[in-house]
DNA sequence: GTCTATATCATGATAGAC
DNA sequence: GTCTATCATGATATAGAC
């Protein structure tokens, strides 16, 4: 997840204005943010903002599908170190707490990007890549027979609803303690709920 | 919670314009939305928004703290007409489900409000009067034997946090069957993983 | 209290030099 | 490819009649 995605060269000028565009949309919001602003952080001017991409919400639609890609790239390498559902499943939330802990900004952007009124044309981050790929998980778990037989997205809802809860009061700075320290906790909770 | 909230006068001009603004929000978004527009669709002047209220930010204000109020009122009367955790909570989740299907406008605006750039001094929802009661009645339920000793926020976000990815799924489109139809499914999820 | 008309301002996007 | 300077647009908020 680490991994530059595709479309960005490292060390470019793209990289950088992703990069600020990401911290001031999270601080400031998207449209508190102006194109000089991000301008500035970047250190790059207003014109080449414009060569390297369409418009102020194609650098948002840039950045959200970074770091969507990013997520899918972590959860695929989580299917392959891991067998059974439950330790991939196990295995997503330790990598979304940490997400959240190392690169806040990211996780907020990618939590609510889709519901802060740009990015109009985007699917919701429920129904994108990543998401799909946690209710294949948990498919698998019910046939195989580690998950109790029930509707996928309800089984999938409960399994990781509370840890996304718990990442939103993070963020929300009501949750003064690190998430991997709720870890256990919390996976206790979730697996205890769809468990067969 | 139909109750209309104590500052509003209803049939009043500041109810046409609020309930114009809640449905303007979330379906153009806040920043796509001009005040003359809210003018027009709640067939009053600009002038008159003005005179009611302070600016734009300040009718978002009144109508996140009306909805809040009016979910406020719900859950305590909740409170009265149940006596154990168990029941409280199965109450909420039944309450917030009707409440999606019946106002999907004000339940979007109360779950993305605080995260769609304005209403930048609020409080966010999951910290707001509603989540503290929620909280209240876990507490109980844990003091009482009901619920599995642990962190209170970690349990509260387990039990209430499928419901409300489930939620989501239903305002993104992504879940076709109306809320209550799953209720039984995720309730037993929810209180498989906190119960005692 | 309500309205229309308007001043003021900031933004997104572009043109054109280098 | 990158920059500075500028334009055109559309918004918020107000002034002042009724």
Redesign the interface.
């Known amino acids: 997840m680490a991994r530059t995605p595709a479309n960005v060269q490292p060390g470019q000028i793209s990289e950088r204005i992703i990069a600020a565009a990401l911290q001031l949309f999270t601080q400031r919001?998207?449209?508190?943010t102006s194109v000089p602003d991000m301008a500035r952080a970047a250190q790059v001017s207003v014109g080449s903002i414009y060569h390297h991409f369409k418009d102020k919400e194609d650098v948002a639609r840039a950045l959200y599908l970074g770091l969507t890609v990013g997520l899918q790239e972590a959860l695929e390498k989580i299917a392959l170190d891991n067998a059974t559902a439950h330790d991939r499943c196990r295995a997503v939330m330790t990598t979304l707490f940490e997400l959240t802990e190392s690169n806040r900004d990211a996780m907020e952007f990618m939590l609510?990007a889709?519901?802060?009124?740009f990015l109009?044309s985007e699917r919701?981050v429920?129904?994108s890549k990543p998401f799909e790929t946690m209710r294949a998980f948990v498919q698998s778990g019910m046939e195989n027979g580690e998950i109790r037989n029930?509707?996928v997205?309800?089984?999938t809802?409960?399994?990781?609803?509370?840890?996304?809860?718990?990442i939103?009061?993070r963020l929300?700075g009501?949750?003064a303690e690190p998430l991997p320290d709720?870890l256990d906790?919390?996976w206790e909770?979730?697996w205890?709920?769809?468990a067969a």
């Open positions: 919001g998207y449209f508190s609510y889709k519901h802060r009124d109009p919701p429920c129904s029930m509707d997205m309800v089984a809802s409960c399994l990781f609803g509370g840890a996304i809860r718990l939103t009061a929300d009501v949750l709720r906790g919390v909770c979730a205890r709920g769809v």
